[in-house]
């Protein structure tokens, strides 16, 4: 498994989603049985649900890019992937975005209802970090690499990550938002917890600090990049493309990339961060090759 240069985006995350899932489904059949009646099927259906699995994608090939060997990070991914699909669950209750679609399917409150999927979403954290004590055996890592994840891992998924920037991004609802406040925005909802993959891929590999700091500069660029192309996809993409309502940024009033600077000043922004993420990977002498596929792939993806 050393670090793939030759490698397409698409071949990347074809390998990240068949590594990630069988980890995810093994989670969800446990789930399943240890919290009875729909909770467990609600938690078992969110789990397995089936996502692109960038996040994965992107700390396998961060992992690797510093030396990294074995299969078993993909746990690692699937604690990740965890975190992110708890926060598509609750993204979609109707007291957050209310959307009815979520990766070609009902999303968790439609198929079962809101207490249900609320439920489900809380009970997805603590399970996100027995997947990533699990992985942390798995490797063989010591325990404070396992602390270094987990520390990465929550810190993003809190209010100066992930939460925070939702939160801003639902107070921002009908309102113009200045370009400042709208990054802001899109590094904590988005942005943090796609830096904190990269950076876990690194901490995995037990990797040196200039290895990690470039990891994470590339996360960081490359976090922002994904969510003004989900801007751009969400104004310009199909529901059916996309397995998710389109057009909903313009529907809820939402400031996105899109109505702040239009769709191609947005596709243009979204290539210069994933060439300067790259440039961070160069200017560590970090191997960039599949890191570099998954920056090209992000900016100008399709879905
Ligand atoms: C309590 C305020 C508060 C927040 C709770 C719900 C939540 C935490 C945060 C929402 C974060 C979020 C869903 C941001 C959007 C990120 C995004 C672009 C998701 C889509 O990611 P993809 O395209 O999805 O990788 P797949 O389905 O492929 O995994």
């Known amino acids: 498994m050393a670090e793939a240069t030759a490698r397409s985006a698409t071949d990347l995350l074809s390998e990240a989603r068949d590594l990630t899932d069988r980890i995810l489904d093994r989670w969800a059949r446990r789930l399943g049985d240890e ?12 789990l397995a649900t089936p996502g692109k699995r960038v996040r994965a994608a992107l700390l396998l090939a961060s992992y690797r890019a510093v030396g990294g060997e074995s299969e078993a990070v993909a746990e690692v991914a699937a604690a990740v992937e965890t975190v ?22 009902p999303t968790t409150h439609v198929a079962f209802d809101v207490p249900t999927a609320t439920r489900a979403g809380y009970l997805l954290v603590p399970v996100a970090a027995r997947v990533l004590a699990a992985a942390a055996d798995a490797l063989a890592l010591p325990p404070a690499a396992l602390g270094r994840m987990a520390g990465e891992l929550f810190r993003s998924g809190g209010i100066q990550g992930m939460v925070g920037g939702q939160w801003l991004d639902l107070e921002a609802e009908g309102r ?55 801007d751009v996809l969400d104004a310009t993409g199909t529901s059916e493309e996309l397995g998710k309502t389109a057009g909903r940024d313009a529907q809820l009033a939402k400031s996105t990339y899109v109505s702040v600077m239009g769709v191609d000043a947005a596709r243009a922004e979204a290539e210069r961060l994933a060439r300067q993420a790259v ?22 993806r399709n879905s």
Request: with cysteine.
């Open 35 to 46: 919290v009875p009646g729909r909770d467990g099927e609600a938690l078992a259906y969110a």
């Open 279 to 300: 440039g961070h990977l160069e200017a560590a002498g970090v191997p960039s090759g599949a890191l570099g596929a998954l920056a090209g792939y992000i900016a100008s």
């Open 176 to 230: 113009t938002l200045a370009l400042a406040d709208l990054i802001a925005v899109h590094r904590g909802k988005t942005g943090a917890l796609i830096r904190a993959a990269c950076t876990l891929g690194a901490i995995a590999a037990e990797a040196g600090p200039t290895e990690v700091a470039a990891l994470t500069e590339y996360g960081e660029d490359i976090g922002l990049a994904f969510q003004i192309a989900d």
């Open 84 to 105: 992110h699909t708890y926060s598509l669950v609750h993204d979609d209750l109707p007291c957050m975005d209310d959307d009815a679609l979520r990766r070609g399917r």
